[in-house]
């Protein structure tokens, strides 16, 4: 029985020839003619002016806070419905998250609970240093109105758009929101270097800063020298090549993943028990997973059955109020995102899908819930 996947790399013949072009030219350490393309290329796709190839979008998120003067002891908000990488870099500066409840029309940031919290906490006398949105499953928070609070408050916004490359909200790709964005090429993402990430952004010394502090914070003298703590945080040539290659597919991927939508949509969507992530006007997402929520249905009994069938599903994230290493934050709201996740479930999404592959799925999710 062949596997149906949550989110597989999907492969072109380019990204083998671009990184045989990387590796017989030995350029395989982490800088190189593929690197500086792949940062060429990524930005101008995305409509900003720089960008800087990391190893992870984690590290890209890490750098951003490092250049806007998060300290420790402060406080950075972020969504609590979020991958822990969100969560995790705000620790490695040394201050707290605080988490941030998610609005049910995007199932993204809610800017009514982030212009509470930043209220709030300063009148508890706490400095309130960043803000973290996220583009969530490649749809994207009410920018305009997140934009707008931080810019009153003075409160830099960062963008962490791991899961929406591709992504509009009107005329804007996702990346171009806030001070800078973070991007994030894992293995399961909509075009993916194996490991990998970038921070880009239309402020030059953000991202010349960021590039300083990914190669060990070295300073331009012929001998070692440092004047800030840096880290070994650059993508390798190798990698960037793969990277260029995805790139030049990207708007394949996203109608592909776009197909899986529908598909599911007219198997799935008349059903009184199942709703999909809902699209509002506006937003253009690129549909990196599709995710519905389930009534009255166990999603671990649907992604049991499905596992069953060889088929891989997800539960949505688990918010971070509720995981046992963030259990003393101090969050705002928290019941909309706490419900996603006791209902939803993440189907397999990968723009390389069959027909046959979804009308399986389509059918499994079926079976599973008419027994449930």
């Not at 190893?55 to 250049?67: D, K, Y």
């Not at 995790?88 to 509470?116: K, L, M």
């Not at 997973?289 to 088929?311: D, K, S």
């Not at 997800?314 to 971070?320: A, D, E, G, V």
Request: with cysteine; hydrophobic share 40%; charged share 20%.
């Amino acid at each position: 029985m062949s596997r149906i996947y949550l989110s597989p790399p999907h492969m072109s013949p380019d990204e083998r020839r671009l990184l045989l072009d990387a590796f017989d030219s030995n350029w395989i350490a982490p800088l190189g003619p593929h690197v500086t393309a792949f940062e060429q290329e990524l930005a101008a796709f995305v409509g900003v002016g720089h960008a800087t190839a990391l190893s992870s979008g984690t590290a890209a998120l890490h750098l951003a806070l490092i250049h806007v003067g998060v300290r420790p002891g402060e406080v950075v908000l972020c969504p609590s419905f979020t991958f822990a990488a969100t969560a995790n870099a705000i620790t490695y500066v040394g201050a707290s998250p605080v988490f941030v409840d998610s609005e049910r029309t995007t199932w993204c940031v809610d800017p009514d609970a982030v212009e509470e919290a930043i209220r709030t906490e300063r009148a508890a006398g706490r400095r309130v240093a960043a803000v973290i949105s996220v583009d969530l499953y490649g749809l994207m928070p009410d920018y305009r109105r997140l934009e707008r609070i931080c810019d009153a408050a003075e409160v830099p916004l960062i963008e962490d758009a791991a899961e929406a490359l591709g992504s509009r909200l009107d005329d804007r790709f996702a990346g171009s929101f806030g001070r800078m964005a973070a991007f994030s090429f894992n293995g399961n993402k909509i075009i993916t270097t194996s490991g990998g990430g970038m921070l880009v952004s239309d402020d030059e010394e953000a991202t010349n800063h960021a590039r300083h502090l990914a190669t060990q914070a070295r300073q331009p003298v012929p001998y070692y020298e440092h004047k800030e703590v840096g880290y070994n945080y650059r993508l390798s040539n190798l990698l960037a090549a793969v990277g260029r290659g995805q790139l030049s597919h990207l708007e394949e991927r996203i109608a592909a993943r776009r197909i899986n939508r529908e598909h599911y949509e007219a198997g799935l969507g008349s059903h009184p028990l199942i709703r999909f992530l809902p699209v509002p006007p506006g937003q253009t997402p690129n549909h990196w997973l599709t995710c519905i929520t389930l009534e009255g249905v166990e999603p671990e009994v649907v992604r049991l059955h499905l596992e069953a069938q060889g088929i891989e599903s997800r539960h949505l994230w688990k918010p971070m109020h509720l995981q046992p290493v963030f259990g003393e934050a101090r969050t705002y709201g928290g019941e909309v995102c706490s419900g996603l996740f006791a209902q939803g479930l993440c189907l397999p999404s990968g723009s390389a899908l069959t027909d046959a592959d979804r009308d399986k799925v389509v059918e499994g999710v079926l079976a599973a819930v008419a027994t449930a």
